[in-house]
């Protein structure tokens, strides 16, 4: 089972797009483990973290605007 990490839109949840490069071409970044996906969650929360507090973005991400799903 693989798992991704979905976003909120006005929409609906659906992909976040977040990507990875994986032989010089860009894929949907995909997880084995759900808790594989939460550590790139929870380093996403840090870096906006750090942003905010750095001055450089001014807000912080909403939690409930992001969720891990399994891959259909």
Do not use: H
Not at 32 to 42: F, G, P, R
């Amino acid at each position: 089972m693989a798992y991704k990490i979905e976003m909120s839109y006005l929409g609906g949840w659906d992909d976040a797009g977040w990507t990875e490069c994986i032989e010089a071409a860009e894929w949907p970044m995909r997880f084995e483990t759900i808790a594989d996906a939460q550590t790139v969650l929870a380093e996403f929360y840090a870096d906006v973290k750090e942003a905010v507090a750095k001055g450089n973005l001014d807000r912080k991400e909403n939690r409930n605007d992001y969720r891990i799903a399994v891959v259909s």
